[in-house]
């Protein structure tokens, strides 16, 4: 399902800032961005986002700076790499003395030399980093998971709407079913006085083949799955467990059920409600991706 959530938290003169983003897919994708002084916050960050959202592709992004609201435990030191400016000097007292040059290198060209100046961060202690971490990716999450309840209420919606017409054109392919055998009955009935001299056939001949038709009809075991999948669906839905698999499982279920109805059909109208069926079908098929 698809979200948003942003949290931030300041500790010892830090702040930290987390934003959770979420699309569909299958399982529980987690992918992190921090900072590279951060970077060994990662599984922990990871951990974290697998336990609050159980499936799909969960971005996180983690920054932070001083709070100025307290004491820093940033702090920025500048350290001279010594050894790489005697041989910036030394090179370039070389270049001099080959080319015939009178120059010197100031110090101002040596500090301007590559690395000659290192700049280092003392970094945060690690056991504020932990705590900064837990507290906003968990407000941050906290907050993804309002707009997914949100949404979810929407789909939830969508579902019993889909669900309700699912129901009353399975109920209109049951109604029509027995009238459908009957009209086939008739029809072959027809068919065999056009045919031959209705006196010389076996009746009990005409019964075998009537049965034989009735059974290959004869939809009442698809109806009778096609109404308790509808209603583990329902279940699922008001179930406390993430259903989206399961519910993605039913649908698949459900459209066996509405194929075997209409290879069974053989019949204009029961044609058409398993058509309708299967659009009702594909529409679930497309939200239930939605679903953790």
Same mark, same amino acid.
């Given at each position: 399902?698809t979200?948003?959530?942003?949290?931030?938290t300041?500790?010892?003169?830090?702040?930290?800032?987390?934003?959770?983003?979420?699309?569909?897919?299958?399982?529980?994708?987690?992918?992190?961005?921090?900072p590279?002084?951060?970077?060994?916050?990662?599984?922990?960050?990871?951990?974290?986002?697998?336990?609050a959202?159980?499936?799909?592709?969960?971005?996180?992004?983690?920054s932070?700076?001083?709070?100025d609201?307290?004491?820093?435990?940033?702090q920025r030191?500048?350290?001279?790499?010594?050894?790489?400016?005697?041989?910036?000097?030394?090179?370039?007292?070389l270049?001099?003395?080959?080319?015939?040059?009178d120059? &010197?290198?100031? +110090?101002?060209?040596?500090m301007?030399?590559? *690395?000659?100046? @290192? #700049?280092?961060?003392?970094? %945060?202690?690690? !056991?504020?980093?932990?705590?900064?971490?837990?507290?906003a990716?968990?407000?941050?999450l906290?907050?993804?998971?309002?707009?997914?309840?949100?949404?979810?209420?929407?789909?939830?919606?969508?579902?019993?709407?889909?669900?309700?017409?699912?129901?009353?054109?399975?109920?209109?392919?049951?109604?029509?079913?027995?009238?459908?055998?009957?009209?086939?009955? &008739?029809?072959l +009935?027809?068919?065999?006085?056009?045919?031959? *001299?209705?006196? @010389? #056939?076996?009746?009990?001949? %005409?019964?075998? !083949?009537?049965?034989?038709?009735?059974?290959r009809?004869?939809?009442?075991e698809?109806?009778?799955?096609?109404?308790?999948?509808?209603?583990q669906?329902?279940?699922?839905?008001?179930?406390?467990?993430?259903?989206?698999?399961?519910?993605?499982?039913?649908?698949?279920?459900?459209?066996?059920?509405?194929?075997?109805?209409?290879?069974?059909?053989?019949?204009?109208?029961?044609?058409?409600?398993?058509?309708?069926?299967?659009?009702?079908?594909?529409?679930?098929?497309?939200?239930?991706?939605n679903?953790?």
């Amino acid at each position: 399902m698809t979200g948003f959530g942003r949290g931030e938290t300041s500790l010892d003169g830090m702040l930290m800032m987390a934003e959770v983003r979420t699309v569909n897919s299958k399982y529980a994708d987690v992918s992190v961005r921090l900072p590279r002084q951060l970077s060994y916050l990662e599984p922990a960050a990871v951990q974290i986002a697998k336990a609050a959202v159980g499936r799909g592709k969960i971005s996180v992004t983690i920054s932070w700076q001083a709070d100025d609201g307290g004491e820093s435990e940033v702090q920025r030191s500048v350290s001279p790499d010594v050894e790489l400016a005697r041989a910036y000097h030394e090179a370039a007292t070389l270049v001099s003395g080959v080319l015939g040059l009178d120059a &010197e290198l100031s +110090l101002d060209a040596l500090m301007r030399m590559p *690395d000659v100046m @290192a #700049v280092r961060e003392n970094l %945060i202690k690690p !056991e504020t980093a932990d705590e900064l971490l837990k507290q906003a990716l968990g407000q941050a999450l906290t907050d993804l998971e309002a707009m997914r309840i949100a949404e979810g209420d929407a789909l939830a919606a969508d579902f019993q709407e889909r669900l309700g017409a699912l129901e009353a054109t399975g109920l209109a392919v049951e109604e029509r079913a027995p009238e459908r055998v009957t009209e086939a009955h &008739e029809k072959l +009935l027809a068919r065999i006085d056009e045919l031959v *001299d209705k006196a @010389a #056939v076996d009746p009990q001949r %005409i019964a075998m !083949e009537v049965a034989v038709l009735a059974d290959r009809l004869d939809i009442t075991e698809e109806c009778v799955r096609f109404r308790s999948h509808l209603a583990q669906f329902r279940s699922l839905m008001e179930g406390d467990e993430a259903p989206g698999r399961k519910l993605n499982f039913l649908l698949q279920e459900i459209g066996r059920e509405v194929n075997t109805m209409g290879s069974k059909a053989n019949d204009p109208a029961m044609s058409h409600f398993v058509v309708q069926m299967k659009e009702d079908l594909e529409k679930l098929r497309e939200q239930v991706q939605n679903v953790e």
